[in-house]
């Protein structure tokens, strides 16, 4: 009976013991699995972090030349956003044409080439140049025998021995073809050709003023009429911008008032933006309902500027106090603008924002309601952050 109780006894405090050993374990067993999940959260988040934060160091920061500073007020010009386009007065725009028309023979223009005044653009042939030039050395050599028998004459009736109307006719004879020899030269000098010498079939057509050719109509062989435009060529020295503005509108549009246009080829980062200011409105309404707004130029020596680009421009028409963000602050990722939040030293979080008018190196600026007007932005250098950003997305791939 000992013996029984004794065995009774142990196996109780065998099963109490591993009771106790699996209450241990289970909570060893929780810490491990929450510390897991944990670590695991922690790495998600920072995966999230790092899709909108960029994270610099100290020499990183000093390498990319961060500002930083927040949204300030400025005036900024209010008034009609309109299109348009770039365009030279009528005086600036010449067609060139062929005269007496012929085949071309030779051209080695291209659109665009800069030409200057008197510069041979095609060399023109035609048969009847000949003729032409033919007719003037033969009017020319009556005329030469008229003059000496004016001369004849004009001797005869002074010595009475020749009646004065001898006198008149030769005299009118000689002035006929004085003017029929001046009319076949300036003829000549029309077409292109030699007044005297030799005769070409040849003819030169020649720049009547430098520019560039904005248009080529023909080729090497092609027949050409009088009619015909060869070339068309553009000073673009004395460009305007001309406007569309709807009829609605044109009651607040006044000469002097100014223009800020920006072409669809301008970097979006750098917004560059130019200035006219408004010259002529026009007084007639097209079939659209739209007046044409002519505008200056204030800088017309700009090489990037070309007649026919297509401009977006604000006609001022007043100026109101906008919230602004210079234009170095404003980065454009994959289709939409951004601005980078200060949240701590070395760490900077891109933040959506709508744009506005943009003036003198600043945009105005609008930022998401989840976002405080207090909060500091980085003020110049934002696309070293993109860069860095987008460096940080290549590695992970």
């Known amino acids: 009976m000992n013996k029984i109780a004794s065995l009774v006894l142990l196996l109780g405090l065998t099963l109490a013991g591993c009771t106790t050993d699996k209450k241990e374990t289970e909570p060893a067993d929780t810490e491990a699995a929450e510390t897991k999940e944990a670590a695991e959260g922690g790495e998600t988040g920072e995966a999230e972090e790092a899709a909108d934060v960029v994270r610099l160091s100290p020499a990183e920061q000093q390498a990319a030349g961060l500002k930083t500073g927040r949204i300030s007020d400025r005036p900024m010009g209010a008034g009609l956003a309109v299109t348009g386009t770039l365009d030279v007065p009528p005086e600036s725009a010449v067609s060139i ?150 009829e609605r509108d044109v009651a607040r549009v006044q000469k002097g008032q100014l223009i800020r246009f920006t072409l669809a080829s301008d970097s979006t980062g750098s917004r560059r933006q130019r200035t006219a200011r408004v010259y002529l409105v026009g007084k007639a309404i097209g079939e659209d309902r739209t007046v044409r707004v002519h505008g200056h130029l204030d800088q017309e020596n700009d090489p990037t500027l070309l007649p026919g680009l297509y401009v977006r421009a604000t006609i001022e028409t007043g100026r109101t106090q906008a919230p602004t963000l210079p234009d170095a602050a404003l980065v454009r990722f994959e289709g939409k603008n951004y601005a980078y939040a200060v949240e701590a030293p070395g760490r900077y979080r891109m933040v959506p924002v709508t744009l506005g008018r943009s003036e003198d190196g600043f945009t105005e600026v609008t930022l998401p309601d989840s976002v405080p007007a207090s909060t500091s932005f980085v003020t110049d250098g934002a696309y070293s952050l993109l860069a860095k950003m987008k460096n940080a997305e290549e590695e992970e791939e």
Do not use: C, M, W
């Open 97 to 246: 044409t062929a005269p007496l028309g012929g085949f071309v023979e030779n051209t080695e223009l291209l659109q665009g080439t800069r030409v200057r005044k008197g510069q041979v653009l095609a060399t023109i042939r035609n048969p009847e140049f000949v003729t032409l030039q033919q007719d003037y050395l033969e009017t020319r050599a009556r005329l030469d025998y008229a003059r000496t028998e004016l001369a004849r004459q004009k001797e005869l009736y002074e010595q009475e021995v020749a009646p004065q109307k001898n006198y008149q006719r030769a005299q009118a004879d000689f002035n006929a073809l004085q003017v029929q020899t001046s009319a076949q030269a300036t003829r000549l000098r029309l077409a292109g050709l030699p007044v005297g010498g030799r005769l070409v079939t040849t003819a030169s057509v020649r720049a009547p003023r430098a520019g560039f050719v904005r248009a080529v109509n023909v080729t090497v062989g092609q027949a050409v009429t009088a009619t015909d435009a060869l070339f068309e060529i553009v000073d673009p020295e004395h460009l305007h911008v001309e406007l569309t503005v709807f």
